[in-house]
Structure formats: C-alpha cells, structure tokens
C-alpha cells in the first residue's frame, strides 16, 4: 500500500479532482471513461477510477498519459489550482550535492 504523504490532507494524489472535472467536462460517467482506457490499453475498472477522482489510489504518469490521451487532453489541462496551491505551501526545498532535500 502506498504511503500517504502528511501534507497532502491524507490523499495519494492531487491530480483525482482535476481529472475528474476533465471527465465531467467531456461528458462521460467513470464506467464509460474506464471502459475508454481499457480499449486504449490500461486495464483499469470504474471502482479504481472513483479511487483515483478521490485520492484514494496514487497514479503514475503513465497512467495519467492515458487518461488525457483518452479525453483529447494534454498535460496543461492538469493545471490545478488545488495542486498549486499545496505546493506553494509545503516545506521549501534546499539543493544539495545529492539533489533535493526538504528543509
């Protein structure tokens, strides 16, 4: 099971709002949009898409590359205000030798 992040109000991702506005906006139900990506390639059911629209389940970019593909969307249609907004309030990071630490 994957970890919850504690700065992420107990969700697995911050993207399951915005695609499910972009699914409502496209006009499909869950049951349509997973039978849409099983046909793409993604062998994904309606009960793991609401899991995915409720933070409930985390998501690769792969499968978020799916999604989009599938809606006729691109990568700047995620824009979410919601996601912004955590990370302009989490932690600021600071540059080490290795990489990025948070503070």
Known sequence: MAKR????????NLLGDR???LREGAGLGQAELARRLQIAGWDIDYP????IEKGKRSLTDIE???ILHVLG????????IAVRAHFSTSPKSTV???GYLPN
Do not use: C, M, P
């Open 5 to 12: 992040a504690s700065n992420t109000g107990g969700k697995l």
């Open 19 to 21: 695609i499910r506005d």
């Open 48 to 51: 793991a898409l609401n899991k």
């Open 64 to 66: 978020v590359g799916y």
């Open 73 to 80: 969307k691109s990568w700047i249609d995620l824009d979410s």
């Open 96 to 98: 080490s030798k290795k």
